[in-house]
Every structure is written in C-alpha cells, then in structure tokens.
Nanobody
Framework: QVQLVESGGGLVQAGGSLRLSCAAS????????MGWFRQAPGKEREFVAAINWSGGTVYYADSVKGRFTISRDNAKNTVVLQMNSLKPEDTAVYYC??????????????????WGQGTQVTVSS
C-alpha cells in the first residue's frame, strides 16, 4: 500500500503561482512512477504531468507545458508540481497518483494504483 497526501492548493489570481506537494508513505517510493491529474466540475479527470521512478524523465500535457514543472525527491518521498503563469482554466481539484514503474509517464488514470484525496486549485481572472 502507498498513501498519498497532497497539499499546497488554494486561491490565486491569474498569472500567479502555486506549489503542490505530495507526500508518500508506505511501500518504497522509488518503485513508482508518479503523476498529477486534475478534474474540473463536470469534466473527466485529465493528465497534467508525470515523472518516472528516478526523476530522470518527465512528461507534460500540452496545456501546461512551459508553465508547470514536476519533480521528485526519493529521499523525502515527495513529488512536487510547481505551477506558474496560472490561468482560470487551470481551476480544478488536483490529484497525486502512483503507478508501477513500467507505467511511468502514463497519461491513463487507470494505470495508477494509488491516489491522494485531492487539493483544490482555484485561479481567478
């Protein structure tokens, strides 16, 4: 089992920044690829960013490329999503998720075994 807890969400004006953190506990963190997904009201959960088990490879949705940065610290069992130049369309609940190594970088939520409870991000115009 892996437990994931997100933090860092909140309300920010368009153009601002937020830093989301995900703390993992349980089985060996470095065994997992990590991802961030988001879900806005009335919409399906969508891929935002992912990072492989070592942190050497990262993946981004086109909508956030150049604005968001994903990173991980395996010694601290954490993964971070730095979000800059935020837009109102980034408003959603953001979820941290863990996938087996061979699914590292997957865009498919079904490939992720473990999920956090989510943290709300609201960007005002």
């Amino acid at each position: 089992q892996v437990q994931l807890v997100e933090s860092g969400g909140g309300l920010v004006q368009a153009g601002g920044s937020l830093r989301l953190s995900c703390a993992a506990s349980g089985r060996t963190f470095s065994m997992y690829g990590m991802g961030w997904f988001r879900q806005a009201p009335g919409k399906e959960r969508e891929f935002v960013a992912a990072i492989n088990w070592s942190g050497g490879t990262v993946y981004y949705a086109d909508s956030v490329k150049g604005r968001f940065t994903i990173s991980r610290d395996n010694a601290k069992n954490t993964v971070v999503l730095q979000m800059n130049s935020l837009k109102p369309e980034d408003t959603a609940v953001y979820y941290c998720a863990a996938a087996p190594r061979y699914y590292s970088g997957s865009y498919n939520p079904g490939d992720y075994n473990y999920w956090g409870q989510g943290t709300q991000v609201t960007v005002s115009s």
